[in-house]
């Protein structure tokens, strides 16, 4: 049995459709998950000055002896 050119092309077009969402779905997830790793790194950026910073007052402090 021979298929049409119709139901060929309603196939393409239900293939090609599935092949959209699952485009869509993993630029969302990507989207997601490269914000997600934006806010962690911005608060790990942000923890490190702090860390940085204490330390510079820590290694001028008038209590510790030179190295």
């Known amino acids: 049995m021979e298929i049409s050119l119709e139901e060929k092309l309603n196939h393409f077009e239900v293939r ?4 959209i969402l699952i485009l869509d779905f993993l630029i969302r997830e990507t989207k997601s998950e ?14 490190h000055q702090n ?17």
């Open 51 to 67: 860390w940085k910073q204490s330390r510079k007052v820590f290694v001028k402090s008038p209590f510790l002896k030179p190295r």
């Open 16 to 19: 090609f459709r599935n092949y």
């Open 34 to 47: 490269l914000s997600e790793n934006r806010a962690k790194r911005e608060i790990w950026h942000k923890h």
